[in-house]
């Protein structure tokens, strides 16, 4: 489990493709603080297993099923990564759960300054979409975000300061493609009440809903 809070932004060392799958090797300094074989970092929102580590890198591999899902797949020689280690027992909770099994894929429509903030606004498919709502929690690239407005194809966070700093947000262009992980939340609900044998796919977990189903 992770939170959310990027620790560093690393950089892509190396990348060592086969057909479908990858090993990746990446630059850091802070994340390699007490590091061991078979621990995980979250990289852009995606949790992968350290295989190997020395000086100032570490590589991990990136599955078939990992590649076709993340942005992973488009990473180059040079490019900064979100980086987080796991989540402690004891340690503070300062963003949200994050699993790093990312739900798919949203692309940059947009940015767009506001006084000491940028906003920046995402489309994605429906699939992700059922899943977000105002003011829940949402992971871009593993950083996370308080959602400010969601509609049927785009939504919208605020990035402060800090979090321009401490990412790679605001370093990316118009058109790139980001790592989503919706709250956990919706989707433990919507598996409880068998959402996806009941419900289109475009409809989503409202007050009716609830309400139907004894909850509310």
Same mark, same amino acid.
């Given at each position: ?6 620790e560093e932004?690393?950089?892509v060392e190396s990348?060592s493709?086969? *057909?479908? @799958? $990858?090993?990746?090797a &990446?630059?850091?300094?802070? +994340?390699?603080? #007490?590091?061991?074989?078979? =621990? ?11 295989t ?5 890198k ?20 040079g490019e ?6 796991a989540l ?8 949200h759960?994050v ?6 894929m ?14 920046? *606004?995402i @489309? $994605?498919?429906?699939e &992700?979409?059922?899943?977000? +709502?105002q003011? #829940?929690?949402?992971?871009? =690239? ?15 966070v605020?990035?402060?300061p ?7 947000l ?6 790139a ?19 996806k044998e ?10 009716n ?8």
């Amino acid at each position: 489990m992770f939170t959310g809070l990027v620790e560093e932004i690393g950089i892509v060392e190396s990348i060592s493709k086969s *057909t479908k @799958s $990858a090993r990746i090797a &990446i630059k850091a300094s802070t +994340v390699l603080e #007490g590091v061991k074989l078979g =621990d995980s970092i979250c990289t852009n929102g995606v949790c992968l297993t350290v295989t190997s580590f020395g000086g100032n890198k570490f590589t991990v591999d990136a599955m078939a099923e990992t590649m076709r899902r993340s942005n992973l797949s488009n990473f180059q020689i040079g490019e900064e990564v979100n980086l987080e280690r796991a989540l402690r027992v004891g340690d503070r909770l300062g963003g949200h759960i994050v699993t790093g099994h990312i739900d798919g894929m949203g692309t940059i429509s947009s940015y767009e300054k506001e006084d000491n903030a940028v906003w920046i *606004t995402i @489309s $994605a498919s429906k699939e &992700i979409l059922k899943y977000i +709502v105002q003011k #829940g929690s949402i992971a871009i =690239d593993g950083v996370s975000l308080t959602v400010a407005y969601v509609d049927d194809n785009v939504f919208k966070v605020s990035i402060i300061p800090h979090t321009k700093d401490m990412t790679t947000l605001l370093r990316k262009k118009v058109g790139a493609v980001v790592n989503l992980e919706c709250d956990v939340l919706g989707k433990y609900v919507e598996k409880f009440l068998g959402g996806k044998e009941q419900a289109p796919v475009d409809k989503g977990i409202d007050f009716n809903f609830l309400s139907e189903h004894g909850f509310a």
